[in-house]
């Protein structure tokens, strides 16, 4: 999807086009349109459409806000487990230091894969690459002489197979989950409130500063949940500190 700036930017011209476009029709109907009764019908039928943009636009954020929450949760899930991961293979022994190599790679590989700003890959293979084969098999290849070392062993191959998964899901929901359609046919039902309460408000100052400040709060909404759903960029994103310091960590393992 495209910049959440420009597509709130363009929310809040459309919306108050179709208020201003409302005031401007207002003024040329003919009088007896103008009765009780016909605005009365109009508010009713407009209730509606404003009702069900309500619905959608509330579901809407607190689907992005679930998202990210969910996003952030795993994250850190993600940053404390690679730790416990190194933990593990340092008490296997030296012979695991071939797999924390293995596991700062990746996890290097990871973190410019969803923040690329931190320009830290310094030509990491794929993460697909490590986390599905190569980490894996190097911790297979371990060969225990201990019950304490077979422990780890079956511990840490474990948590490598957990990892991979959580890597692959957070790398697919870095994609948009907002469907367009459903953002247009919202956009739509609003204009059409904002332009049915135009069509009888005063041509004043005081009523289109009003209906521009209704239409900067709903370009907002649709700002704030476009952010909430890329949570890997823009201005509300998640933190990459977890996993900063994650390898932090791992660097600091002897």
Known sequence: ????????????LVLSCAALF????????????????TKDAV???????????????????????????????????????????????????SEASKCRVLLT???RSTLYRLWPETNIN?????????????LPLAIQELDPRSDAQRTFKSQAAELAKEL????????????????????????FWLALTFM??????????????????????????IFLILEL?????GVIRISSSPMLNALARLAASP
């Open 1 to 12: 999807m495209t910049n959440p700036a420009f597509i709130a930017g363009g929310v809040f």
């Open 22 to 37: 409302g005031m401007c029709l207002g003024a040329r109907l003919p009088q007896h349109h103008m009765s009780k009764s």
């Open 43 to 93: 508010r009713i039928g407009m209730g509606s459409v404003a009702t069900m943009a309500a619905l959608v636009l509330g579901l809407l954020v607190a689907s992005a806000k679930g998202t990210y929450d969910t996003e952030k949760a795993e994250v850190i899930d993600l940053s404390a487990k690679i730790v416990y991961l190194d933990h593990l293979l340092e008490n296997y022994g």
């Open 105 to 107: 790679s990746a996890s």
């Open 122 to 134: 310094q030509d990491e293979p794929p993460p697909s690459t490590i986390w599905g084969r190569e």
């Open 164 to 187: 991979g998964q959580m890597r692959w899901l957070l790398y697919e929901q870095a994609e948009s989950s907002i469907s367009t359609p459903m953002l247009v046919i919202m956009v």
């Open 196 to 221: 049915s309460v135009g069509l009888f408000a005063p041509a004043n100052a005081t009523a289109v500063f009003a209906q521009l400040l209704g239409a900067l709060s709903v370009a907002g909404a």
């Open 229 to 233: 759903d890329h949570s890997f960029s």
